[in-house]
C-alpha cells in the first residue's frame, strides 16, 4: 500500500517537473530568437514577473497565494522533491521500514496526496493485524518520549495547529495564537473492540 503510494507521488511529481521544464524551455526558445511568441508563452513570462506561480504549476497541490510568492513556491517545492527522493531512494523496503522508526519521518504537508499516506498506513496495519478498516481507529500522538516506540507507528513532521488553540504540557489550551507548528509526532493504528465501536456510533447518532 505505501509503495503504491509513493509510487502516486512521483508520477505526480515527474508530470509536474515535466510542465515546468516545458515552459522554461520554451521561454528559452522565444529569448534565443528560436521559437515565436505565442499566447502561452506570453503569459508565462507576465506571471512569472509578476512573480507568480502559473496556474498550470501551481494545480498539482493546495498552497496559500497570499503566503508564498514564486521564490518562496519553488523553495517549498524543492523541499517536497527532496523528501520524495529521501524516501523513495530506498525502495519498498525503506518505505515498510518507515513504520515503527524513530529516525524516519514523514512531513505530512510535504506529500502530493497526505490523504493517500493516512489511507496507505491504516491498510498496512490492517493487513497485519488480520482485521478489517473499519476496526483501525488512528491515534496521533503529539511530541513526547512516545516517538518511536510504537511498532505500528509513523513519526510525522511539520504538523501545524489553528484555531486560537495551543499545545501546551501534553494539553490543548486557549490561546491567542492563530498559528502553531507542532513538534514532531506519531500517527499510529489501533484496533477498536466492538464494545468501543458501538459506543463510538452510539455517541455520534446524537
Known sequence: ALFRCFNREVRTARKLLSIIRGDLTSMLAVCKHEEKLTNATRALFDTLHRGMVPEEWGKFYSYSKDELSLKNWVSDL??????????????????????????????????????????????????????????????????????????????????????????????????????????????????VEETDRKSTRLNSSH
Do not use: C
Not at 517536497?80 to 522508526?101: H, N
Open 78 to 191: 524543492n523541499r517536497r522533491l527532496e523528501q520524495l527522493v529521501s524516501l523513495t531512494s530506498g525502495g519498498a523496503a525503506a518505505l515498510a521500514g518507515l513504520r515503527g522508526s524513530s529516525s524516519g519521518s514523514v512531513w505530512l504537508g510535504g506529500l502530493f496526496y497526505p490523504g493517500a499516506f493516512v489511507a496507505a498506513t491504516r491498510q498496512v496495519q490492517a493487513q497485519s493485524l488480520g482485521v478489517s478498516l473499519e476496526e483501525l481507529h488512528l491515534e496521533v500522538i503529539i511530541g513526547g518520549s512516545h516517538l518511536g516506540v510504537a511498532e505500528n507507528g509513523y513519526r510525522i513532521t511539520g504538523l501545524v495547529l489553528e484555531g486560537g488553540a495551543a499545545f501546551d504540557s501534553g494539553a490543548l489550551q486557549p490561546s491567542t495564537l492563530m498559528r502553531q507548528l507542532l513538534p514532531d509526532s506519531q500517527f499510529r493504528w489501533i484496533k
